[in-house]
């Protein structure tokens, strides 16, 4: 197989928060790979830094040193503009709040990051429903999020986040929302997308939910404390 860049390549990243004695150092020099059809899991307990490494690593913040290549781009040099193009053709977000559109159907949310891109309506629709055919919800497509539970929902959001194809899938506590039999539901779609050879990093406080990804990073007080690749289950 041949030799491809790494999806995300992360190197020696701080981040401070404030200046002099306030000064917070939430990421103290951070640094791994994600591989193409790699899945992650970065955990840590509250406060190690996750959501500052998620900020920077979807393009929403940046870090205050370090390099940080997304897909082999630079994102360090970038423009805020251009920066928002990367967040929104390669990244696909997944938050702890599924953040749908009320009142407008499964289907619409999940077309809503095609609306720009110059498709036809045709196109955008039959795009939108095999998004939703791979998280299990194609018979729900026109339903709207008040009719669906939870995880579902939260399906419908992985769905709109798949649909743009992008490099990486990106997904901060996507379980924190969720029952048991909600979360198992979800993990179940992330393994088939796994499977499928998508990318994926999330992030997350609960073991179990960890234990199910490949690749388990684990960060404590802004800094990775150890990395563990498992063979596949
Ligand atoms: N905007 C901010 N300003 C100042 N300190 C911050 C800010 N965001 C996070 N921090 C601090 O940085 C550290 C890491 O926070 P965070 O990345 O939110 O961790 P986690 O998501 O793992 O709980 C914490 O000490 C937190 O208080
Ligand atoms: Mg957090």
Not at 137 to 161: K, M
Not at 177 to 184: E, G, I, Y
């Amino acid at each position: 197989m041949a030799a491809t860049r790494p999806v995300l390549d992360v190197r020696d990243l701080c981040k401070v928060y404030g200046e002099g004695e306030t000064a917070v150092r939430a990421l103290d020099g951070v640094s791994f790979r994600v591989e193409h059809g790699d899945y992650a899991a970065i955990m840590g307990p509250s406060g190690s830094g996750k959501s500052t490494l998620m900020n920077i690593i979807g393009c929403l913040d940046v870090p205050s040193s370090g390099r940080y290549l997304l897909d082999g781009v630079d994102v360090g040099r970038l423009t805020e503009s251009q920066l928002a193009l990367v967040r929104n053709r390669l990244i696909g977000f997944v938050f702890q709040a599924f953040n749908l559109i009320p009142r407008t159907s499964a289907v619409a949310n999940v077309e809503l990051p095609l609306a720009y891109s110059g498709m036809r309506p045709a196109e955008r629709r039959r795009r939108a429903l095999f998004a939703l055919d791979s998280v299990g919800l194609a018979d729900r497509a026109d339903h709207e999020p008040n009719q669906l539970s939870g995880g579902q929902q939260q399906r419908v959001a992985v769905a709109r986040a798949l649909v743009t194809g992008p490099a990486l899938l990106l997904a901060d506590e996507p379980t924190g929302n969720l029952d048991s039999h909600a979360t198992q539901e979800l993990l179940v779609v992330f393994d088939d997308l796994h499977s499928a050879g998508r990318t994926i990093v999330m992030i997350t406080h609960e073991g179990e939910v960890g234990a199910r990804a490949g690749r388990l990073i684990k960060v404590r007080d802004g800094r990775v404390t150890s990395e563990i690749r498992r063979s596949a289950a």
